[in-house]
């Protein structure tokens, strides 16, 4: 609706003990102002399929902002063209999220373009999905991964997201007190680049491979360190 709702959700605001339900429908051109949400802002449960929620901004937080206490699925539905003026440009995930057969697209912050896992309650499960042409100002073009989250990976394709500084693709941060870990299978990370330049730069940080994956930046580039795990993460 394009009006501020105290700051939290420029469009939806879903609470500790609200359960929300979209379906076949269109959450757009919201705007939490320097707020958290611009989408939706959701501390409760939110489950979205066949949707689309494009074109919102908040400072952080885009398109969807997930509170500690959030549980949000989507499924089969994509998050395009938000906008936050700090972190999660499409998403920025402090709950927990299950994100399949859905993609993350042409979104834009300063760090965590496509989205931004943080805190110690963040989990991020991707499945089937895209992640593409989303953009940061600093860090984490498509995934920015910080303090001690959790986000694993599968089926999915990570391409063509930008970054001026680093970690175009996925950014794994190492910063002090941040332990983020990443886990992927299936998964290829390729096309993504970073700096005027334009520089391949597909990820940065700490990567565990559990196997079929393909991440493309070869050589002075790769700034990740992968360690090829056997087994499961489940």
Known sequence: NGVPLTNRGGGIAVQSTGNLEINDSVVSDNSAGPGIGGGAWINGTLKIRRSEVRANSANIGG???VASGGNVQIA???IRTNNAESIGGGMDILGSMI???SSLVDNTAEYGGGANVSGSIGRFVVINSTVA???AIMSGGGLYLNSLS????????????????SGAGVYVSLDSGSSATFNIRGTIIASNTSGASAQPDDCNGFINSYGQNRIA???AFLNCAI???TGSWD
């Open 63 to 65: 398109g969807i902002a």
């Open 76 to 78: 089969q539905s994509s």
């Open 99 to 101: 994100f399949a057969q």
């Open 133 to 135: 042409g989303n953009s």
């Open 150 to 165: 959790i986000s694993n990976v599968y089926n999915t394709t990570v391409a063509f997201n930008r970054a001026d500084s």
């Open 217 to 219: 930046t070869l050589g």
């Open 227 to 229: 360690d090829t795990v």
